[in-house]
């Protein structure tokens, strides 16, 4: 599924698992910290597309097959996209129900499987609010062709409004534990504890932030094993229509380091938010900055919705001097 397909109008904000320090779909003022210059990838002549193909893969195509250096991006996906239906069920549960300290309750997965789910009303009032926790333990639950097992753990920090209105905003704790997914012969997983932000307003504009200040990932990859840690990381998408058309921004900072890099750091940031624009499957403006050793830098910059621009400055010194062209497709 592209990215599109995650747009966050009233029903669809399911699907991305974003990385992130809570807030709207912006441009590059979230830069991640620095890390140490010694720990850093240089970027280069041999490694800048692969490093590229790892950067767009988990900033925009996250609900997609291929996931990022390491496929934490199809797992947090499909993490974001369980939660938000949990705790669609548990809104539309709690209200109805007499007081109750917890309901559990089994919810079947749309390609097979279940979720066992629990919904823990802290102050017994009946109602979906402020310290009220939903836990979710995936048995073999099967959904967009993966399947996901393992804890995932959420508790409501704020809410205003009715979840899943066309008028609400809440934040969220997400923990997970064990929580892994499979996906033909791939594996993922990952344990950790997460910040979920997402609103909605009558006026149609969905947003929808998902952030960790650290969260590490393991699993197989076509056949390679992997590790990977996101820092400091962020990935918002804003959607909206504009002019009868929908158009879903996405902003994204994180400092990424994998074992397919030796578990050298670079950071990313969204000088200019990708955007994409109705049905297309692909950005057609916007540009990502992938950020290594000795000021090395890469540039993606979206051409059109078919191709990007890869341009790799080597030495640091703001001379690109290495650049090539590459369709969506390919560095998905």
């Given at each position: 599924?592209?990215?599109?397909?995650?747009?966050l109008?009233?029903?669809?904000?399911?699907?991305?698992?974003?990385?992130?320090?809570?807030?709207?779909?912006?441009?590059?003022?979230n830069?991640?910290?620095?890390?140490?210059?010694?720990?850093?990838?240089?970027?280069?002549?041999?490694?800048?597309?692969?490093?590229?193909?790892?950067?767009?893969?988990?900033?925009?195509?996250?609900?997609?097959?291929?996931?990022?250096?390491?496929?934490?991006?199809?797992?947090?996906?499909?993490?974001?996209?369980?939660?938000?239906?949990?705790?669609?069920?548990?809104?539309?549960?709690?209200?109805?129900?007499?007081?109750?300290?917890?309901?559990?309750?089994?919810l079947?997965?749309?390609?097979?499987?279940?979720?066992?789910?629990?919904?823990?009303?802290?102050?017994?009032?009946?109602?979906?609010?402020?310290?009220?926790?939903?836990?979710?333990?995936?048995?073999?639950?099967?959904?967009?062709?993966?399947?996901?097992?393992?804890?995932?753990a959420?508790?409501?920090?704020?809410?205003?409004?009715?979840?899943?209105s066309n008028?609400?905003?809440?934040?969220?704790?997400?923990?997970?534990?064990?929580?892994?997914?499979?996906?033909?012969?791939?594996?993922?997983?990952?344990?950790?504890?997460?910040?979920?932000?997402?609103?909605?307003?009558?006026?149609?504009?969905?947003?929808?932030?998902?952030?960790?200040?650290?969260?590490?990932?393991?699993?197989?990859?076509e056949?390679k094993?992997?590790?990977?840690?996101?820092?400091?990381?962020?990935?918002?998408?804003?959607?909206?229509?504009?002019?009868?058309?929908?158009?879903?921004?996405?902003?994204?900072?994180s400092?990424?380091?994998?074992?397919?890099?030796?578990?050298?750091?670079?950071?990313?940031?969204?000088?200019?938010?990708?955007?994409?624009?109705?049905?297309?499957?692909?950005?057609?403006?916007?540009?990502?900055?992938?950020?290594?050793?000795?000021?090395?830098?890469?540039?993606?910059?979206?051409?059109?919705?078919?191709?990007?621009?890869?341009e790799?400055?080597a030495?640091?010194?703001?001379?690109?001097?290495?650049?090539?062209?590459k369709?969506?497709?390919?560095?998905?």
């Amino acid at each position: 599924m592209s990215i599109h397909r995650t747009g966050l109008s009233a029903v669809s904000v399911a699907c991305v698992l974003a990385l992130s320090a809570c807030g709207g779909g912006g441009g590059g003022d979230n830069s991640p910290a620095v890390p140490s210059e010694s720990t850093m990838l240089g970027l280069n002549a041999s490694n800048y597309q692969a490093v590229a193909q790892s950067t767009v893969s988990s900033a925009l195509f996250l609900n997609g097959a291929s996931g990022l250096a390491g496929g934490d991006a199809r797992l947090l996906s499909l993490a974001a996209s369980t939660s938000r239906r949990a705790l669609s069920a548990g809104s539309g549960q709690a209200g109805s129900l007499k007081p109750l300290a917890v309901l559990n309750e089994t919810l079947p997965c749309s390609q097979g499987g279940n979720l066992a789910f629990s919904f823990n009303d802290a102050n017994n009032n009946g109602n979906f609010d402020v310290g009220d926790v939903i836990t979710l333990d995936a048995q073999s639950c099967k959904e967009d062709g993966a399947v996901m097992q393992g804890r995932l753990a959420l508790g409501v920090q704020a809410l205003n409004g009715v979840y899943d209105s066309n008028n609400f905003s809440a934040t969220l704790t997400m923990t997970l534990t064990g929580f892994g997914v499979t996906s033909d012969s791939d594996v993922a997983q990952a344990d950790g504890s997460l910040t979920l932000t997402v609103s909605q307003t009558p006026a149609g504009v969905g947003e929808l932030t998902l952030a960790t200040p650290r969260l590490t990932l393991g699993g197989r990859i076509e056949g390679k094993v992997f590790s990977t840690a996101l820092t400091d990381t962020r990935l918002s998408l804003r959607t909206e229509t504009i002019g009868g058309t929908l158009r879903t921004s996405v902003a994204y900072t994180s400092s990424l380091s994998s074992s397919q890099f030796g578990d050298k750091v670079v950071t990313v940031t969204t000088p200019q938010p990708m955007v994409i624009t109705g049905s297309d499957s692909y950005p057609s403006s916007g540009q990502m900055v992938v950020r290594g050793h000795a000021n090395s830098v890469l540039r993606i910059t979206a051409l059109n919705v078919t191709q990007a621009r890869l341009e790799l400055d080597a030495e640091g010194d703001g001379s690109y001097e290495t650049q090539t062209l590459k369709t969506w497709a390919e560095l998905e």
